[in-house]
């Protein structure tokens, strides 16, 4: 029987293993050292505040695994032998594998701060970061103030998790503005205010100098490079990116770049072996997208799509058009296909954006200054259905049908009784057109709600 070997027990290495079992009756290992079981980890966060418990955020149950034939193995990966096909677990015990897929996600960056290994500081990332921060940060009489540097979502998410427990909250970010390599400029600013709002102590165009240390070694203060202030804090967050997790790779055979180096296929230089989600770096980006992209739903579809190539079925990896969603504290965001940052905007890029005079809502949309094709759609405490988008973005729909349908792509049935005329309007002041409003059709009520 061919023997399966996974590393890592994220959701692309659980969807691989889901899907080769209902293609096929081979061997499946799974390899992880985090936990026992595979978690979400996007709900890490509500653990920490409450919301749920550990075992919540587990989608099976523990008979599931024996059930479906998926052997688990709680184990460090330190070396693969790709000329024996061997893994070595633990320093000292072997395991054999004729295909190996590699799905060991990322790890939180370390820039070599003076101090960045001190005792209360920590990533938020593993079911082990999770409990580390019960540690360092139970409560604001153990943690009087917190300290996270970089300005990305896990630093928000982490933000919020210990204002959820009163903790003064000081957060570095080292741009001009929130995430604004990401978001246009309305949508950044729109954030930073939300985040002062919430009692956050947001300090931008600061960087990280040092972490000092107490007489125990642990965390007594930082020191910002800027201006020399130090800055008592008892737990500090390191939370500048991640990078995949491929350290014990390096001395093997396996061809390596910031990730894992795979094909469309998802397959490495050498026979057998593969690469999948934030650990995979494409040889060549696919379209837009970034050669490594450490996001949740595309881990998911390496996972089902390597496992297709391993029961027979070769199958090229094809993400599809560009989605994501997140939080930011309660205001929710969705990106569909391409609305680029403030610092990384196109040529040939126009962008429409639109926000309410009082509310933390807004929304921008991206198209081609000539062609007028719709290129993207940010949206911030609105709701949009994915499905409606990405028939557009496959369709090649112009700006103008987009702003005239958007109630078409509309969640929630309220929204457009108080938004539509007000955006459509801005809309047609801002490009001096004369487009109408439709109504949201009878079809889409039916058909969605």
Request: hydrophobic share 35%.
């Amino acid at each position: 029987m061919e023997n399966i070997v996974i590393i890592g027990n994220g959701i692309a290495g659980v969807s691989a293993a889901r899907h080769i079992r209902k293609l096929s009756d081979k061997r499946i290992i799974i390899v992880s050292a985090e936990t026992d079981y595979f978690f979400s980890r996007t709900a890490l966060m509500y653990v920490y505040m409450g919301h749920m418990k550990f075992d919540h955020i587990q989608p099976y149950e523990n008979w599931f695994w024996e059930k479906n034939r998926i052997e688990l193995v709680r184990a460090y990966v330190n070396k693969v032998d790709t000329n024996n096909k061997q893994l070595l677990l633990d320093g000292s015990r072997a395991l054999n594998y004729d295909k190996l897929i590699i799905a060991t996600g990322s790890k939180p960056n370390k820039f070599g701060w003076p101090g960045q290994d001190l005792h209360g500081v920590q990533g938020l990332y593993s079911k082990q970061d999770l409990d580390l921060l019960e540690v360092n940060a139970p409560n604001k009489d153990v943690c009087k103030r917190a300290v996270i540097v970089g300005g990305g979502l896990i630093g928000i998410e982490l933000a919020e998790m210990l204002r959820s427990r009163a903790i003064p909250v000081t957060f570095l970010v080292r741009e001009s503005s929130f995430w604004n390599g990401v978001l246009p400029e309305g949508e950044s600013q729109l954030i930073n205010e939300h985040i002062k709002e919430h009692h956050i102590d947001l300090r931008l165009s600061t960087n990280l100098k040092e972490i000092v240390a107490d007489e125990n070694g642990k965390v007594k203060s930082i020191i910002i490079e800027e201006t020399g202030e130090e800055l008592a804090c008892d737990m500090v967050g390191l939370t500048a990116g991640v990078t995949p997790n491929i350290d014990f790779l390096k001395d093997s055979e396996i061809e390596l770049g910031r990730g894992v180096k795979v094909n469309r296929f998802l397959e490495t230089n050498v026979k057998d072996i593969y690469a999948i989600g934030d650990c995979a770096e494409q040889h060549e980006a696919i379209g837009n997208r970034r050669p490594i992209e450490a996001v949740w739903y595309t881990g998911r579809m390496m996972g089902e799509t390597v496992a297709q190539t391993i029961c027979g079925n070769k199958l090229e990896y094809k993400p599809g058009h560009w989605f994501n969603s997140a939080k930011f504290l309660d205001v929710e965001y969705q990106t569909y296909g391409w609305v680029f940052g403030e610092r990384g905007q196109k040529e040939y890029e126009e962008q429409f954006h639109w926000r309410h005079a009082t509310e933390k809502i807004c929304i921008t949309v991206s198209f081609h200054k000539e062609s007028n094709a719709f290129l993207g759609i940010n949206t911030f405490g609105i709701r949009m259905r994915h499905e409606i988008f990405d028939r557009w973005l496959t369709e090649e729909r112009d700006v103008d049908y987009v702003i005239s349908h958007l109630a078409d792509a509309n969640f929630d049935p309220e929204f457009y009784k108080n938004y539509e005329k007000e955006i459509t309007h801005k809309f047609n002041t801002d490009f001096n057109k004369s487009l109408s409003t439709k109504k949201k059709s009878l079809k889409r009520i039916f058909q969605f709600n």
